[in-house]
């Protein structure tokens, strides 16, 4: 999108290859009986609890952005509301109501309260993982950081008018980008299995049992697997690193399958170590993460301020897991910026990292008021 981004392409290009090698380990995990388990396991929880409620939701974003909703004029004839509006945005799971705060930043239709709003509030594409697993937390978690993101951003707006505007990088070419190349039939398979994939990942929300054994082997559960693995290849094929991808806002249905494996991708390793470190420790060291009590809400604040989804999904799996509180999940959902912070940076890194620190404050503040009252 910016010539930034063009030039942490080139200088993370080796991120194309660690694909590769990356897709060849998990298939390694298939050579042991007990990984080969653990990865099947955890791929199919992927899909049905994950991904295919990403795919739908992203889905359903880009079907409203075709109907040519105008934000700009949205915004714009509703002046007042902007820190709700760039909150709100912010809160939609994933990165894509961040990136469009931050895009009309550059046009001056925002200000550094509606960005600061924005990146406080969103999850990233962490809050698809909480929303499939645990959406009676999400219930609270989301709420949280809606109304901590626009109390943030009224707070800053009176002191912060025109506030690093001037810093806005102007040299927009998103030209020189890689060209994702990959046929258009792989993605119209990935589409062929969104509903089935959607079907049972509601079946799964409401505990109902749908495995189906055939000669001792779960079809379902292999089904499922074999659709994660695919989002995986279909990430491998992608030529465009995540920085890249994150820094491109366009409303296809291609985005929906590329955003959703790479999401995918992150659940899958995420899922993946935490087995792993579970088998080889016999679950003694998350067990031992209550021994750090309140500094895991700090450790999970300062995990937030990684750029990227990866870090804040395995923070969010934690949640999940029951291996560190809500106090944690809600310092980190309220510090992370998710992939956001990429283009954010691009677009004006100054602004990016003010308003990333600035979020330091509430998300400890929020967290430890957590923590101690309510636990």
């Excluded at 609270?140 to 506030?163: A, E, R």
């Excluded at 119209?188 to 495995?211: H, K, Y």
């Excluded at 089904?223 to 030529?239: G, R």
């Amino acid at each position: 999108m910016t010539e930034l981004v063009i030039q942490l392409g080139r200088k993370f290009q080796y991120l194309r290859f660690s694909k590769i090698l990356l897709f060849m380990c998990i298939l390694l995990l298939l050579v042991f009986e007990e990984t080969r388990s653990i990865l099947i396991s955890s791929s199919s929880d992927a899909y049905i609890a994950v991904s295919s409620f990403v795919g739908v939701t992203l889905l359903l974003f880009v079907v409203l952005e075709k109907k040519n909703l105008n934000l700009q004029k949205l915004i714009l004839q509703n002046k007042k509301f902007e820190v709700p509006i760039c909150s709100l945005l912010g809160v939609i799971p994933g990165c894509g109501g961040a990136i469009m705060v931050m895009s009309l930043f550059t046009r001056r239709v925002v200000s550094f309260g509606g960005v600061l709003a924005a990146l406080i509030s969103t999850m990233g594409d962490a809050a698809f993982l909480l929303i499939a697993t645990k959406p009676q937390a999400a219930l609270i978690i989301l709420p949280v950081t809606f109304i901590v993101g626009m109390i943030s951003g009224y707070i800053v707006q009176p002191f912060t008018k025109n506030f690093l505007q001037n810093k806005i990088n102007k040299n927009l070419n998103s030209k020189q980008l890689p060209k994702n190349k990959t046929s258009n039939r792989f993605y119209n398979i990935w589409f062929l299995f969104l509903v089935p994939g959607f079907t049972l990942g509601m079946l799964n929300a409401f505990n109902i049992d749908f495995s189906f054994n055939f000669f001792g082997i779960n079809l379902i559960e292999m089904m499922a697997f074999i659709l994660a693995i695919y989002c995986v290849l279909l990430w491998v094929l992608n030529p465009l690193t995540d920085i890249q991808m994150a820094s491109i806002h366009e409303n296809s249905y291609r985005k929906v399958v590329d955003t959703t494996c790479f999401v995918t991708v992150w659940v899958i390793i995420s899922f993946v170590i935490y087995e792993l470190i579970d088998l080889s420790t016999n679950g003694l060291i998350f067990e031992s993460l209550i021994l750090f009590g309140p500094f895991v809400p700090l450790l999970a604040i300062l995990i937030g301020f990684i750029p990227g989804c990866g870090p804040q999904i395995m923070i969010t799996s934690m949640y999940v897991s029951g291996q560190i509180p809500m106090s944690a999940q809600i310092g980190n959902s309220i510090s992370n910026d998710g992939d956001a912070l990429f283009p954010a940076i691009a677009i004006s890194a100054k602004a990016a990292i003010v308003a990333t620190l600035y979020s330091a404050i509430p998300a400890i503040i929020i967290a430890y008021l957590w923590y101690y009252l309510i636990g």
